[in-house]
């Protein structure tokens, strides 16, 4: 049974940083395209950032561009979000995602895994 845990998130004031994890029960997660996706009150989970199993390959949301910095450690089965400069329109359930195709994506439905997502608020 694969198993996502997110850790990491927290309250900060706009301007500040966070860093988020993701650790996989599998050692398959080394084979594995890995995604961050978030989801506000009363509003769709949408993509924030994918990476792809060695990491050559990264895809960002256009409202993150230049902020967020997805990576992974593969000898860890852990992903990361390094999100810098926070906005309070970055308030959301972040949760990790697992995608076991090959073909780096950005929609909800392509990814067969999921965590149960960690808490991140940013205040004004």
């Known amino acids: 049974q694969v198993q996502l845990v997110e850790s990491g998130g927290g309250l900060v004031v706009a301007g500040a940083s966070l860093r988020l994890s993701c650790v996989a029960s599998?050692?398959?997660?080394?084979?594995?395209?890995m995604g961050w996706f978030r989801q506000a009150p009363g509003k769709e989970r949408e993509f924030v950032a994918a990476i792809h199993r060695n990491g050559a390959t990264i895809d960002y949301a256009d409202s993150v561009k230049g902020r967020f910095t997805i990576s992974r450690d593969n000898a860890k089965n852990t992903v990361y979000l390094q999100m810098n400069n926070l906005k309070p329109e970055d308030t959301a359930v972040y949760y990790c995602?697992?995608?076991?195709?090959?073909?780096?994506?950005?929609?909800?439905?392509?990814?067969?895994?999921w965590g149960q997502g960690t808490q991140v608020a940013v205040s004004s």
């Open positions: 599998q050692r398959s997660f080394n084979s594995w395209i």
């Open positions: 995602a697992a995608d076991v195709g090959y073909v780096l994506r950005t929609e909800v439905r392509s990814y067969e895994y």
